[in-house]
């Protein structure tokens, strides 16, 4: 089985192998080359994951029939205010966009991006589920948030997913309270996704581009990696 892969290198000192074609599967590595020898693990995984909830996957393969096309290879960078390249202590990073996230999403692409998604949000609740308010607001070193600052920055990310493509609702209306915020978005993220059906639009913000595909593909890796993050963090 064929697979297109998007390389994106330097996100975080890191390299990221996305399986382009499946939403929400990725891998890291030191290179390029340690990426995409981790997403052949990372794709097995995904498969069980599927099969946990679907009676039959719709990703079924073996190791021998594995082959890794690159689809696209980004290096990130970082711009400042006046969209002019920088450090990225002065400017913000742009992240990848691959030609593969020009393709418009189909029906049945969204219909399994929108189960997925409340697999992995399922995932999530279940990973805090019992914690005391002193676990959740409780710091680690070397962490930026605590667990509920995770919760919460999980939300504001894919609202400002979606606010890219002008999808959203207004940022003051984003509630401050984590398990409020994640509902609140996620509603609308669900609205939003059903109306992209076969949507050929592809938007430059910010000095970035994105799409309906890239949009799906950066909301179900954030909220899938940071649940791990969660777990390794417990």
Request: proline share 3%.
């Amino acid at each position: 089985m064929i697979f297109q892969v998007g390389i994106e290198n330097e996100h975080e000192g890191r390299t990221i192998a996305w399986a382009l074609e499946h939403p929400g599967c990725f891998a890291y590595g030191i290179n390029a080359d340690g990426a995409i020898l981790n997403l052949e693990t990372a794709l097995s995984k995904y498969a069980g994951w599927i099969l946990r909830h679907e009676t039959q996957t719709w990703l079924s393969f073996s190791d021998s029939e594995i082959e890794m096309v690159v689809n696209g290879e980004w290096t990130v960078y970082y711009i400042n205010d006046d969209l002019d390249k920088t450090t990225e202590t002065d400017g913000y990073n742009v992240d990848s966009f691959f030609p593969y996230d020009w393709k418009p999403l189909t029906t049945l692409e969204i219909r399994r991006g929108l189960e997925m998604l409340t697999w992995s949000r399922d995932d999530l609740l279940k990973t805090v589920q019992g914690l005391s308010p002193e676990k959740l607001e409780a710091t680690y070193v070397g962490e930026r948030w605590s667990i509920n600052g995770i919760l919460g920055h999980i939300g504001g990310a894919e609202w400002w997913y979606m606010d890219r493509l002008g999808l959203t609702f207004p940022r003051e209306q984003l509630p401050e309270e984590p398990r409020m915020r994640l509902e609140k978005v996620r509603k609308q993220f669900t609205s939003a996704l059903f109306k992209l059906d076969e949507v050929k639009q592809v938007i430059g913000v910010d000095g970035e581009f994105w799409s309906p595909r890239k949009l799906l593909r950066r909301a179900l890796w954030h909220e899938r990696d940071h649940t791990e993050h969660i777990r390794k963090l417990l």
